[in-house]
């Protein structure tokens, strides 16, 4: 059965030359992944179809109405059945990949774009989950949908080629990932570390684990904390600051 996902946008022509290439392309194809968009304005009454007015109190921008987002999702769910509906919002809870892996177990998601400086609070009242992609600001909740939609059709089964990277994933979660090189063995005066090229996949190993947790330690001591080292990890890093390497990216973006 394929993951539905339908999408409450007023710019529904901004998904499908994302969700149409690449993973997510490929993964509707499969028929592991259908979308459906439904453009707000068709559900909002009157003349003028309005899907935003002006804030209650007072203030600068404008507020989308509850009523054509609710009658969107009604329109939505009286054709495809209930499903778990999202509003995608910046006072949402922030997106992880734990979460993005709850998602990908519904079979239907129904995600709903807010736009201008927010949506009307009702709205709350009818979805089961409110969700940020991350503290920026964006101008509205459509290239978070897209992020999530991204997130989870690569869970699905039969997207992947490599159906392991998955189940690896969560194997080494916690972890950056280590350093990847592929030809030419020189670019621009830049080798490949000597190791990758040895044939020697004990020591291939043990090197990438070592980059994956040094990598980790500069960059994201958030994520460093979390872990549990085994004696090996402890071994590779002291092994690691006792004769420092110059390849591991902590002057990335300095040059
Ligand atoms: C006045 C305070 N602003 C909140 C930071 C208002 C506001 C700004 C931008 C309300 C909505 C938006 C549009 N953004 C989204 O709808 C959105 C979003 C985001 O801006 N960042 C991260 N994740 C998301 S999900 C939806």
Redo the contacts with the bound molecule.
């Keep these: 059965m394929p993951l539905v996902v339908d999408i409450v946008t007023i710019f529904p022509e901004m998904f499908s030359p994302v969700l149409s290439v690449s993973m997510t392309g490929r993964a509707q194809q499969r028929g592991c992944l259908v979308v459906h968009l439904t453009n707000v304005r068709d559900h909002a009454p009157g003349r003028h179809r309005s899907t935003d007015d002006t804030p209650y109190g007072g203030g600068s921008g404008m507020v989308m109405r509850a009523e054509p987002l609710i009658a969107a999702l009604e329109a939505i769910e009286s054709a495809r059945g209930r499903g778990h509906r999202v509003l995608?919002?910046?006072a949402?809870t922030l997106l992880t990949q734990a979460l993005v892996r709850e998602l990908a177990r519904r079979p239907h998601l129904v995600l709903v774009c807010?736009?201008y400086?927010?949506v009307d609070e009702r709205v709350s009242a009818y979805v089961d989950q409110e969700?940020?992609?991350?503290d920026?600001?964006?101008?509205?909740?459509e290239l978070?949908a897209m992020v999530i939609v991204d997130a989870v059709a690569r869970l699905q089964p039969g997207v992947l080629h490599n159906e392991q990277s998955a189940a690896q994933e969560s194997f080494e979660h916690g972890l950056l990932e280590y350093p990847q090189y592929t030809r030419p063995a020189v670019f621009r005066g830049a080798d490949v570390p000597e190791v990758l090229l040895s044939g020697n996949h004990e020591r291939i190993r043990r090197w990438r684990r070592q980059q994956a947790l040094v990598r980790t330690r500069a960059r994201r001591p958030d994520l460093f904390r979390q872990l549990v080292l085994s004696s090996e990890d402890e071994q590779l890093l002291r092994e690691h600051d006792q004769r420092p390497q110059a390849t591991t990216g902590e002057m990335e973006g300095t040059r």
């Design positions: 995608l919002t910046p949402g807010g736009r400086e927010g969700i940020s992609i991350g920026y600001v964006l101008s509205g909740g978070a």
